[in-house]
């Protein structure tokens, strides 16, 4: 069986930082395109910003410059540094990731999801 969870959310002021992880467990060979997606109340699911295995980076033009997300391969754990946060920035915060299974195949796996809320 394989899981992902995020962690590391919380009520931040407006500026402030947050680092979200989100850790991958179970039967896993490799993982492959990491993602982060947010969610705000009202609104649809968005991408924030993804990570290749090779470590290469793409951002929602909402986030370039802010936030960066890198990953540990060693530790099968993603990570979404958010720096100078926003009101706007307040969401709950998804993890996304393929990743190939030891045993057959491959699949997209998502976490339950992480709080962020940011204050003005």
């Known amino acids: 069986q394989v899981q992902v969870s995020e962690s590391g959310g919380g009520l931040v002021q407006a500026g402030g930082s947050l680092r979200l992880s989100c850790a991958a467990s179970g039967s896993i060979a490799s993982i492959g395109v990491t993602e982060w997606h947010r969610q705000a109340p009202g609104k649809q699911r968005e991408l924030v910003a993804s990570?290749?295995?090779?470590?290469?980076?793409n951002y929602a033009d909402s986030v370039k410059g802010r936030f960066t997300m890198s990953r540990d391969n060693a530790k099968n754990t993603a990570y979404l540094h958010m720096n100078t946060l926003k009101p706007e920035d307040t969401a709950v915060y998804y993890c996304?990731?393929?990743?190939?299974?030891?045993?057959?195949?491959?699949?997209?796996?998502w976490g339950q999801g992480t709080q962020v809320t940011v204050s003005s």
């Open positions: 990570i290749t295995s090779d470590g290469s980076t």
């Open positions: 996304s990731a393929v990743i190939r299974r030891n045993w057959n195949g491959s699949g997209r796996y």
